[in-house]
């Protein structure tokens, strides 16, 4: 039996398999962060299309805290519905979902808002110079992340994820190439954490027991200072200590770096933060074959695999895995008579 086809469970998730859609911004909303038509069929396209746990793109816990004005936002009540749209669709076509809890911190393209950062460093010349966040803005991000995971509680997701890589505000609190502060927020591991873990702790006031969180991390910053595997083993074992539930790894954008891109780049990363911390792992990038992704899991270098680019393009990958692999799955039914 194909392993990427068997269950899997954290907390009360239940997946039906082991693939997972990685969270990629659709640049789609209105100005004001709300869900529309695109995201509604994008997402439960890929839920017809078999997927077992779909992560909704990063989703903005203050609208400075977006990328660009149209990524999603989790910032007011009104976007409760637009969400609550794609969870109630996903799981009527048999997914569950997750929801990506994010801050972009000053990597925010926004023009109309001022830009934060645990230290006043720009990530280029082309970005503009942060501000350094006070301790009231620290408390004020914290308190917006606690605000999301309400949010995406009552709209009807089944986890949250909370976004530490990729060089958005979590990420670069937790990298010494951007936090270079003086107070307990820099300096050693454990005060570089400190922003991660209080958002962790304050998403579980209002994040049921029962309902599994995730977290995001860049495992590898590529760069000379950065983090590299043993420094993000430190922090997941940090997180884990909070009650983070599986950690979804990623690597890089944290400065400009110059990365070896090949099919399966970062699964190593995965496979050692699976050695060293008993927590569920997500694992991926580039990966495209059914055979890749069943050697990950076969192999025990992760316990579910993430794809995204080859979802955009292929939204019914699983079905074709599914062949491919020899595994009889469960059609939609208006498909039957397309099965392979
Ligand atoms: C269009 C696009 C948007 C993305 N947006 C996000 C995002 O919102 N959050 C995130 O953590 N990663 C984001 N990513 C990274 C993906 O989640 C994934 O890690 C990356 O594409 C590598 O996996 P792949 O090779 O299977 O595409 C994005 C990637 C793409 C291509």
Redesign the pocket.
Known sequence: MAKLFSEFKIKNLKLKNRIVM????MNSSDEEGHANNWHFIHYAARAIGGIGLIIV??TGVEDRGRISSRDLGIWKDSHIEGLKEIADLCRSYGAQTAI?L?HAGRKSIIDYIEPIAPSSLAFDESYRVPKEMTKEDIKTVINAFKEGARRALEAGFDAVEI?G??GYLINEFLSPLCNKRKDEYGGCIENRARFLIEIIRAVKEVWPEDKAIFL?LSAEEYAEGGHHIEDTIEVVKLAAKEGIDAVNV?SGAVVHAKINVFSGYQISYAEKIKEAVDIPVIA????SSPEMAEEIIQNNRGDLV?????L?REPYWPLRAAKELGEEIEYPHQYDRAKY
């Open positions: 990685a969270p990629m911004c793109e990063a990506q994010g976004h890589a990729h995001r990623s991926g990038g580039l990966i993430f794809l995204g680019r080859q955009l």
